[in-house]
């Protein structure tokens, strides 16, 4: 049983962003890069299915620039057994990400996909759902833990009100929520390791995907910034200020 | 040109997401439906019909959608498409889990969490949580779209459509519903609340927290919790703001005992009046605060409640 987690180069979740001046989007140069973080926890997550004997091979994928090859590395370090790099430079949109991914799933035939839930760059939460509709396979999304129950899926997902259990039949595309594990640091020896493990490289050609553009970006602005207001000495001048602003009482 | 806004409810009531989603869904510009799907949902449907600015209210009232499974409610949605030319749902996690899979489906980008709606193709949404705004314009002929609720205002009630109902779409069998686990609480919902207080990792333990329900009790307020209380255990995940929890934007966002995280002020920081207390003068949370009391939490917050016990709360 295979299993195949695509995975997102983005920029560093402790990076404090910086939107560029002539407001065409977010400044990328010299920026830290790392895995998504909800990508790291779907590696994690595979890799540990693995070691439970539950599945095979973990193929890791990333659609992107050539220094993606960075980001699969790192996931062969976690634990896959092997990587593809889809090389683009285009900007790929999430229904353009989840075709390419189709494409490769038809080829590969794994049992699961495993994502992260979102990108923290776009934050757009839906590669994943989209993936599964153009497969037909059902989707666990926001899971906060995944069990095999036969030849099905028993998935735990995080909902507004708690939390939720699903039954799905496999194959079945899985979606990560925060809870799931706690993603490994990779060893020295395995980092190691990982050089020698094969990355396959592609373009979305050669999945016969051509990719269209179906949003166009106009422009990326700065948030209205919200300014300080004051120090209170006591809680007897809060409560008084709260009382003034009309929000209590 | 009409809009199909998918209603929020669970069953018995409908969440005022839908009503804030109406709003947005107006300012696409055309006529607005609404679809409310579910098992026994008569009542939804009656409050849905009397949203301002609801031309129609569609029933899809089936056993099959008792609960609300993404592959079902998106072959229904897919299937009333072709009458529409944007569908639209609240960002709920309903609304996240079924829509995308609505647009793959009718091979189209989706529109994540708009905050804002600039023309009918054009539209504003928060990425990089929040810390910059994209305005993106759709070349799609339909649009699919999610609507930060938190952004909009609930639109009105004195509407008066015409409801109709619709047969069951296909169920595609793929997924069955097991079991849910859903946090009981007599305090509204947290990104319904008008007052919300929530502790942070300064709360120090789980128990500790119970000294934040006695000023909810007082105030009608939500209690919610930051990340860092949640990874401590220190209350359940659905008590999460921040962006990987719940947006809320509530008139009063009391913040006690939290630092104030990126990720958990992209979470609150539309709150309309905020107030930090922290011991900690340094603390980020001091720079998004209308009003900020440096002060240890475990004397402040008792010292709140009597002062609002004073005011006879």
Redo the contacts between chains.
């Keep these: 049983m295979k299993v195949i987690v695509p995975i997102k180069r983005v ?1 560093d979740y402790n990076v ?2 910086r ?1 560029k001046s002539d407001q065409t989007g ?1 400044d990328l140069a010299n920026v830290k890069m790392s895995m998504n973080p909800f990508d790291e926890i779907a590696i994690e997550e595979a890799v540990r299915l693995k070691e439970a004997g539950k599945i095979t091979e973990v193929i890791a994928v990333s659609i992107g620039a050539a220094q993606a090859t960075e980001t699969i590395r790192t996931a062969l370090a976690m634990g896959a057994d092997r990587g593809i790099l889809v090389k683009t430079d285009e900007m790929v ?3 353009n990400v ?1 075709k390419i991914l189709k494409a490769i799933i038809d080829a590969e035939k794994p049992d699961l996909a495993i994502l992260g839930k979102q990108a ?15 497969l ?7 899971a ?1 833990k995944v069990e095999f129950d036969g030849d099905k899926l ?1 998935l735990t997902r ?12 496999m194959p ?1 595309v899985i979606t990560t ?3 799931l594990n706690e993603p490994r640091y990779a060893s020295l020896p395995n980092i190691m390791k990982a050089k020698k493990k094969p990355i396959d490289e592609k373009t979305p050609e050669d999945y016969g995907v051509t990719i269209k ?11 209205p910034v ?1 300014s ?5 000495e ?3 001048q ?2 008084a ?3 003034e ?1 009309g ?3 | 040109m009409t809009t199909l806004v998918i209603a929020e409810h ?1 069953t018995v009531k409908l969440n005022d997401a839908t009503a804030k989603t109406v709003t947005a869904a107006t300012k696409i510009g055309a006529d607005v439906h609404v679809l409310v799907v579910g098992s026994g949902v008569d009542a939804v449907a009656e409050a849905a019909s009397k949203i301002d600015g609801v031309a129609k209210v569609i029933v899809a009232d089936d056993a099959i959608y008792a609960h609300p ?3 079902n409610l ?1 072959a229904l949605v897919v299937g009333m498409a072709g009458s529409y030319d944007a569908i639209v749902s609240p960002a ?3 609304g ?10 009718l ?7 708009i905050q804002g709606v600039v023309s009918a193709d ?1 539209f504003e ?16 002929a339909k649009k699919v779209i999610t609507v930060r609720t938190t952004a909009f205002a609930a639109a009105g009630q004195g509407g008066s459509a015409a409801i109709e109902k619709v047969a069951a779409g296909d169920q ?12 009981k609480s007599d305090r509204p ?1 947290l ?1 319904s609340a008008k ?1 919300i207080i929530s502790g942070g990792r300064g709360m120090q333990s789980g128990d500790n927290f119970h000294m934040l329900d006695s000023i909810a009790d007082k ?1 009608g307020a939500a209690v919610g919790a930051s ?1 860092a209380a949640v990874d401590a255990g220190f209350v ?3 008590y999460q703001v921040g962006q ?1 929890g ?1 947006v809320v934007a509530p ?2 966002y009391i913040a006690v005992g939290i630092s104030g995280a ?1 990720q958990h002020l992209a979470g609150m ?1 539309d709150s ?4 930090a207390i922290n011991k900690d ?1 340094e603390a980020p949370i ?10 240890d939490l475990f004397t ?1 917050v008792p ?2 409640d009597a ?2 016990g004073k ?1 006879g ?1």
């Design positions: 920029v404090k962003i939107v977010v949109e999430p229904i989840a923290i760059d776009d934050d757009c939460n839906q590669t994943g759902q989209m993936l599964a509709a153009l037909g396979w059902p989707q666990g999304t926001f906060s028993l995080e909902i507004d009100g708690g939390l939720q259990t699903l039954k799905l039949n079945a929520d925060l809870r553009t179906h949003l166009e970006v106009l422009k990326v602005t700065e948030p919200r300080a207001g004051i120090k209170v006591s809680v007897e809060l409560v200020k709260l009382k602003a929000v209590i009482g | 669970n499974l993404a592959e998106a709920t996690t309903i996240k889990n079924f829509m995308p899979r609505v647009a793959a489906l091979d189209v980008a989706q529109i994540s969490e054009t949404r928060p990425i990089y949580a929040g810390n910059a705004v994209q305005t993106v314009k759709s070349k799609d595609p069998g793929l997924s069955e519903w097991v079991s849910e686990n859903l946090t919902e990104t007052i105030l990340r359940p995940n659905d990987t719940k008139e009063l990126i920081k309309k009046v905020i107030v003068e001091f720079q998004v605060a209308d009003f900020g009391l440096v002060a402040a010292e709140l002062e609002l005011l709360l």
